[in-house]
């Protein structure tokens, strides 16, 4: 550039130049065919929730999952629930699910039974379909709480009317799963007592590495090692 005497205009100058050289469509041209890529993989049965990554996408040669199918698999139902007595440190009796019967679960700590109607990430559709994962659905659909539908602005869950010991709570704050931490989780309230408890859930060994130590039953591994 010719020196104009001043660096704001030589600055004013290059950019000036750089307009030119970039054509303002380009942002829409690329918004476009990325667009257009996503329809060419819906075509092949792919879907992408996030046009942005396929460029970066493209350039990969070798990916690596780690995943078992437990979330995915169909057919997965709850069988077994086995509670811990806080107080013993110690486990309890297993409570075998039944599906027949809405009452199974009256003899689990409330905790417990508030944990598997509340710590999900199912949702309730307008038709009163449930989509979420599998073995959540499985879950809800075996403890027999009703959750709000998605167009909702109540957050209220409540129990079985079978159970007239347990009354609604209410979810205050969803945490959902990150893979950082390994864990998802609700922060609930009793609406009965007003009690506030924070429900955590995740694969065994994750929630022994958060918990107080204290906490935890001397044969937790042997007995959980059985499922």
Known sequence: FVSQGNWVNLVYSGLLFLGFALNPNLPVAIVWAQSIRAIWLSK????????PRLPIAAKLHVMVYDKTGTITKNGVDLLTVVPIDSKNKSFQAPVNTNLSDKTWSKNLPIAVQQALGTCH???????????GNNVEISMLDTSGWEIPSADSTERICRPPKELH???PVEILKVFEFDHVRMTS???????????????????????????????IPGDFKKITNQY
Do not use: H
């Open 165 to 167: 010991g347990i009354k």
């Open 185 to 215: 989780g609700v922060i609930i309230q009793d609406l009965n007592t007003k009690q506030i408890r924070c429900v955590m859930k995740g694969s065994y060994e994750r929630i022994q590495q958060i918990s107080a130590s204290a906490s």
């Open 44 to 51: 092949k049965d792919i879907t992408c929730i996030a046009t």
């Open 121 to 131: 990430s199912v949702t309730t559709m307008k038709n009163g379909e449930r989509v």
